[in-house]
């Protein structure tokens, strides 16, 4: 006959044990490894309908445990059993392992034998040993379950027959009756009586009066079953059979089982699922306390190897800004734009040249839109006029001397969202108009080398800066690169935000190229900061100018990025500003809506203009002329930028331009009024 | 970790039957206090304890399949796009002081006031259509069979 195959518990933990846990070590336990009671449960056996495959799928032989574990006494709702488990912490990854489990689980199993041998108490059968170790820095917790159960020997048999339904042994009536008695107390071992046909649950201790008697084939032995395998009767059977077997050997060769998995009647035209089968075994009484098994496998690997929780995405704070930030995002997306690729802008690394007012403010609208990488460029301290506008830094960081901005203003946005990969650099850009002297000529090149290292490692860059032409070298990296360049400037009243077009080498021959900064002036950038007055030389602006310019900025990346053309979107057509025309289909409109080129903003009549500059071949910035030079001669040629009077406008053509310009003035014939 | 000589292979275990993959969910239909009406909570975690991140949550069948692509609901729903979707919030179970998802209830009653418009309630079980019309609003988005 086959030997009878016990279904194993299988842990079930729910969040709340390990939250308890966590304040139990933290607020009582702190260092001790002591042992404790704790409270698991289990409830019959439960099956789902696939539903796909149509199949009854069993769930497992769970032995549960929650916030209420450490309570005492246990409180559990009919059908299910409270079982006391032994609870030991221990303070260190290394105890946990070396733990003699071996001995404490012989320590469980010696209170096990005693209940049998000594007092008949058949409610110490089921019993649980949990060791566990928290890793509170990390809110992992590592733990192993075992479920002991004694071993018999020879092993138990089942009947040819095999298990079969309980409707086949017993009637409706008599399931219903055993039903009602479990209902309305429920117990985890059972005995019942058949009399005609009728049936009567007794509690196991009436063991002893069952046993007397001389009619054992209207004795069943029930047990509320945790395992819904049709096959597999739930381990508890082990030990309570070990029991009966121990106390009552002669009547116990052949025993008659009932494996109740009934939680509730069974609907109309649902079969009872209750089993049933008789079992047989040709060992005799135990005398000695018999070899024990019951370490919970790892349900992947089913090795002997302990377990983990991590709780790490839900408990870690870090975790949770960066799971709420994502699901305002999502949001954004589910209800409003579903074709919104969040991932692109999100994987976005921005550099921004800049960390004053401008800078602040993007940095900011950047981390709204979820973007992950932000490095900042500035070459200042942070001074005392800097906190009420430039909304990174606070009164502390202006105090001896100022912090530098570039490191601080990551700092500061690390604080807000610990998630962000925000860095730092200290950074002089070297500026036409602005020669630079043999001593510091060292230190400029690794500058540089620095910025254009830093040009390729992002995505797009902001240009943020004071001054004109502190924006020249950043335009030409850019354009030499290939980058999204976003250029902000302010006036007193007035802004421009501006997206850079794409170098001539990258784009297709006839195409329209959108023009950079500089693409309208046909001034090369001078030195426009010396002799400047003071009101001249920081760039004095209503404060709402810069939160209004910066995250249009943003915003217009943003649509750019959006379009399938990248930097190559076209501009809006002329007169595209009204609303019927943002809903319509048109290649110049991403999924946010327009992508222009130019926004130049006037707050004294609160009204933004959108504009459209074309590309300029002789441009000091952008155009191939430049490129070329920069490409095939590095810091050489930047120096002679900076250096020389007059060098770009040789490069570009723009001499001639002048000369043209000069002679077509002077061969005007002014008339002169008599 | 592995201790395999802690105990022999016994020949009367049967393998065990935890599902892989398997995942615990408790649901809650609670009364918001703010905004008067049901609202959906509902957590899981694994059978470990550890619940399931937001990426794993979307995975679950308890949504429909089209639940995130802003597909347009049933005919009741003539507001625009943006109340497609109720939004998908964290936070505490009013009652049970647990961290749970819910369905944020925002835009419960007007969903619910278009269904019993069109279907012409009768006024004596308007409580029960009430509560009729807000599972049909539910399951457009969750997949409540058992």
């Known amino acids: 006959m086959p030997v009878v195959q016990f279904a194993p518990f299988s842990s079930l933990v729910q969040p709340g044990f390990w939250h308890e846990l966590t304040r139990l070590k933290i607020d009582v336990l702190r260092l001790s490894d002591e042992s404790l009671t704790v409270n698991g449960s289990y409830s019959v056996g439960r099956s789902v309908r696939d539903r796909e495959t149509g199949q009854d799928v069993a769930l497992g032989c769970n032995l549960v445990l929650g916030a209420a574990a450490f309570e005492q006494p246990s409180q559990v709702p009919p059908m299910s059993v409270a079982i006391r488990g032994v609870f030991k912490n221990y303070n260190t ?11 404490i689980f012989n320590e469980v199993t010696n209170d096990m034998w005693n209940s049998i041998v000594e007092s008949k108490d058949a409610s110490k059968l089921t019993q649980f040993l949990l060791l566990t170790f928290s890793d509170l820095k990390k809110y992992q917790y590592y733990y192993w379950f075992a479920f002991p159960a004694f071993v018999a020997k020879p092993a138990w048999e089942i009947s040819t027959e095999g298990w079969k339904a309980a409707d086949h042994e017993l009637n409706a009536s008599q399931l219903t009756s055993i039903f009602e008695s479990l209902h309305a107390q429920t117990k985890p071992f059972f005995l019942v009586k058949l009399t005609g046909d009728a049936a009567k649950v007794h509690p196991m201790d009436e063991a002893d009066v069952f046993f007397a008697s001389d009619s054992p084939d209207s004795t069943i032995v029930g047990f509320l079953d945790p395992s819904a395998s049709p096959d597999n009767p739930g381990w508890p059977l ?49 005398t000695v306390k018999p070899t024990a098994v019951g370490w919970e496998r790892h349900p992947t690997t089913n090795k002997l190897t302990a377990r983990m929780a991590d709780l790490a995405p839900m408990m870690d704070p870090t975790r949770l800004a960066d799971q709420a930030v994502d699901l305002n995002l999502k949001l954004m997306r589910w209800r409003i734009i579903p074709s919104l690729d969040l991932e692109k802008i999100a994987r976005t690394r921005c550099l921004l040249l800049g960390a004053g007012t401008l800078g602040c403010y993007v940095a900011r609208t950047l981390m709204g839109w979820g973007v992950r990488t932000i490095t900042l460029v500035d070459s200042s301290r942070v001074s005392f006029s800097n906190p009420v506008r430039q909304p990174l830094f606070d009164f502390d960081d202006c105090l001896n001397g100022g912090k530098p901005k570039a490191a601080c203003a990551a700092e500061h946005l690390k604080k807000i969202f610990p998630g962000i990969n925000a860095t730092g650099y200290n950074l002089s850009i070297p500026m036409p108009g602005h020669p630079i002297p043999v001593s510091s000529r060292e230190q400029t090149q690794k500058d540089v080398e620095l910025l254009e290292k830093l040009f390729d490692e992002h995505d797009a860059i902001f240009l943020l800066m004071d001054s004109r032409e502190s924006r020249w070298l950043p335009t030409v990296l850019g354009a030499a690169k290939n980058k999204i360049v976003l250029n902000a400037a302010l006036g007193f009243d007035t802004y421009v935000v501006m997206r850079h077009g794409a170098r001539a080498a990258a784009s297709a021959p006839n195409f329209q190229r959108l023009g950079c900064y500089y693409c309208n002036d046909i ?13 001249q030389m920081c760039t004095v602006s209503r404060p709402g100018l810069a939160p209004i310019a910066a995250s249009t900025a943003v915003e217009l990346m943003v649509s750019l990025l959006q379009h399938p053309d990248g930097i190559h979107a076209p501009p809006p057509p002329p007169q595209s500003t009204t609303a019927n025309d943002i809903e319509s289909e048109s290649a110049s409109n991403s999924v946010l809506g327009l992508v222009p080129h130019q926004l130049r903003g006037f707050l004294a009549q609160f009204r933004t203009l959108p504009v459209t500059g074309a590309a300029f071949d002789g441009c000091t910035g952008c155009s191939e002329a430049v490129i070329n030079v920069y490409e095939k001669e590095g810091f050489a040629m930047i120096l002679r930028a900076c250096n020389e009077t007059g060098y770009l406008e040789v490069l570009t053509g723009l001499d001639k331009l002048y000369m043209e310009g000069d002679a077509a003035l002077e061969s005007v014939d002014w008339e002169e009024d008599e | 970790m592995e201790e395999s000589s802690l105990e022999s292979v016994d020949n009367a275990s049967a393998a065990a039957t935890t599902l892989a993959g398997g995942v615990l969910c408790h649901q809650y239909v609670v009364l918001s206090p703010t905004f008067k009406v049901p609202t959906f909570y509902f957590s899981v975690h694994d059978f470990s304890g550890a619940p399931l991140t937001l990426t794993e949550v979307l995975q679950l069948p308890l949504f429909r399949r089209d639940a995130f692509e802003g597909a347009q609901v049933t005919t009741f729903s003539v507001q625009q796009s943006s109340a497609s979707f109720p939004l998908l919030s964290f936070g505490d179970h009013p009652a049970l002081n647990v961290h749970c998802w819910y369905l944020h209830p925002c835009g419960t009653s007007a969903a619910v006031e278009e269904i019993l418009d069109a279907a012409d309630a009768d006024e004596e079980q308007r409580h029960l259509r009430w509560l009729e019309a807000w599972f049909t609003l539910l399951s457009s988005l969750l997949d409540l069979r058992g």
């Not at chain 1, 990854?93 to 001995?103: G, L, N, Q, R």
């Not at chain 1, 001034?523 to 009101?535: H, K, N």
Request: with cysteine.
């Open chain 1, 93 to 103: 990854i290394e105890e946990f392992k070396v733990a003699d489990k071996a001995s």
């Open chain 1, 523 to 535: 001034v090369a950038p001078t030195d426009s900061l010396t002799d400047r007055t003071l009101d």
């Open chain 1, 238 to 286: 082990r030990n309570l059979l070990t029991y009966l077997q121990t106390l009552y050997p002669s009547k116990t060769t052949s025993v008659r089982i009932l494996c109740w998995r009934d939680g509730e009647l069974p609907v109309a035209g649902r079969a009872w699922k209750s089993r049933f089968g008789v079992v047989a075994s040709g060992g005799d009484r135990q």
